[in-house]
T-cell receptor, first 116, second 109 residues
Framework: DVKVTQSSRYLVKRTGEKVFLECVQD?????MFWYRQDPGLGLRLIYF???????EKGDIPEGYSVSREKKERFSLILESASTNQTSMYLC???????????????FGSGTRLTVV | EDQVTQSPEALRLQEGESSSLNCSYT??????LFWYRQDPGKGPEFLFT???AGEEKEKERLKATLTKKESFLHITAPKPEDSATYLC??????????FGPGTRLSVLP
């Protein structure tokens, strides 16, 4: 069964810590995405990557960075965690857009991060 | 600015009571509209894609329809296992999407 795996389901970190969220997909997808999900706000795109070593800012990249050294792995980094980064973080992957119909995302189960 | 809204925010139905969820969008050029189902504590699961006004897709008790300004997810004779949050998303460019906030559906036995 193909899937996207996020390394942690729950994390509790202290303000100012550097936090790493890991995401691995086994579908050989080129595209990978990081979203955060907050009640009433929906999913908001943080960063995305269309290829290895490539990264693009999404709608809310401030306070975050990413790394994609291998095709199957996309890491989200909180440089200095703050309480307003407490959220559900979702990783997703998809096939690349080829100018015709789009593809649905395959999501991981999410990491619920609490920053205290 | 591309925007997606969903209504109602929450919906409680009795088992067997059919209803519809709404997704309204304002985008510069719709390439595709996607529906997802999200169970508590899990990531969203892809359901349907719609591309042009008048298009319909069905899966079990769910049917999605699309007009030029909105999409409906019709649920016929729902069961408790249909309880979930339903998200819609519009494809804005490439494989990037704008998601709506979701409708939380509860189906009571």
């Amino acid at each position: 069964d193909v899937k996207v795996t996020q390394s942690s389901r729950y994390l509790v970190k202290r303000t100012g810590e550097k936090v790493f969220l890991e995401c691995v997909q086994d579908m050989d997808h080129e595209n990978m995405f990081w979203y955060r999900q907050d009640p009433g706000l929906g999913l908001r795109l943080i960063y995305f990557s269309y290829d290895v070593k490539m990264k693009e800012k999404g709608d809310i990249p401030e306070g975050y960075s990413v790394s994609r050294e291998k095709k199957e792995r996309f890491s989200l980094i909180l440089e200095s965690a703050s309480t307003n980064q407490t959220s559900m973080y979702l990783c997703a992957s998809s096939l690349p857009y080829r100018g015709e119909e789009g593809y649905g995302y395959t999501f991981g189960s999410g990491t619920r991060l609490t920053v205290v | 600015e591309d925007q997606v809204t969903q209504s109602p925010e929450a919906l409680r139905l009795q088992e067997g009571e059919s209803s519809s969820l709404n997704c309204s969008y304002t985008v510069s050029g719709l390439r595709g509209l996607f529906w997802y189902r999200q169970d508590p504590g899990k990531g969203p699961e892809f359901l349907f894609t719609l591309y042009s006004a008048g298009e319909e897709k069905e899966k079990e008790r769910l049917k999605a329809t699309l007009t030029k300004k909105e999409s409906f997810l019709h649920i016929t004779a729902p069961k408790p296992e249909d309880s979930a949050t339903y998200l819609c998303a519009v494809q804005v460019h490439g494989q990037n999407f704008v998601f709506g906030p979701g409708t939380r559906l509860s189906v009571l036995p």
